[in-house]
Every structure is written in structure tokens, then in C-alpha cells.
């Protein structure tokens, strides 16, 4: 009877739930049952290389209606995008891989559907060493601060 200690009392915890099982949906929603207060919020564009600033007439390209298109990439860059890859010897999804974007957009580019992005063009005018942009089209690309 000795090893039986009736003063001591051992208390049992769960442990605390980690902070990605509190910020699922449904832990969200029970808290929110509960009477529990909830701040929720969801970032913008996180992690893509979308523009920040959108035109004020979004809406009305959107339509695109006869007198109101997307300006899309002109058919000079296209080919020079097309002949500077296969001067590097590198296929599309290559140049791709390289500039970090889906072989779907450098197709677009070349075939001149894309919507023209400053990011986008910087990126593949460094790749393929020719400028894509500005008065100097189609000279080749030397990176700022190397002459």
C-alpha cells in the first residue's frame, strides 16, 4: 500500500493545436459557432508576377468589344523572341523553365497572343540577349551597369 500515493494528482493535456490547423476552414468555422471573434483576411496576388496597378477601364477591355482590344505583343517582338531562343538553342519550354512562367506563355509570346508585361519581357530579354522593349528593339541586350 505504500507505492500508492493519494496526495499527488497527475494532470493529462492535450497538447495546443498548431497554427496551420487553426487557420483551416473548418476550425474557422467552429470558432465562429462559438461565438468566438475571427479575423480573417486573404492576400492579393500573392506569389505571382501579375502587374499591381490595373488600368481604369478593366471591365471595358474585358468585353473586348470591336473598338476595344488587349493590346497583345507586336508581330516584330514575336519573332525576335522566336529567333533569339533558337539562336540560344533552347525550346520553349527552355526558355520557359529559365525565366520561370508556364511554356504556355512563351508560346503565346511567339505566336503574338500575349498580352505584353514589362516582368515577363525583362526576364526573356536577359535569357535570349536581345532588348524586347523601349526605342532599341532588337539590339542586343547588355544588362545595366556591364558596358
Sequence with gaps: MSESDWDTVTVLR???PKASTLKTETAVNLARRQGIP???SQKFNAGTN???AAPKNTAKLD???DELKHRTVSHDVAKLIMQGRQSKGLS???LATKICEKPQIVNDYEAG???PNNLILGKMERVIGIKLRGKEIGTPFTPPGKK
Excluded: L, N, W, Y
Design 113 to 115: 497572343r500575349g498580352i
Design 63 to 65: 468585353r473586348e468589344t
Design 14 to 16: 492535450k497538447k495546443a
Design 50 to 52: 501579375k502587374q499591381h
Design 38 to 40: 475571427v479575423e480573417t
Design 92 to 94: 520553349q519550354k527552355d
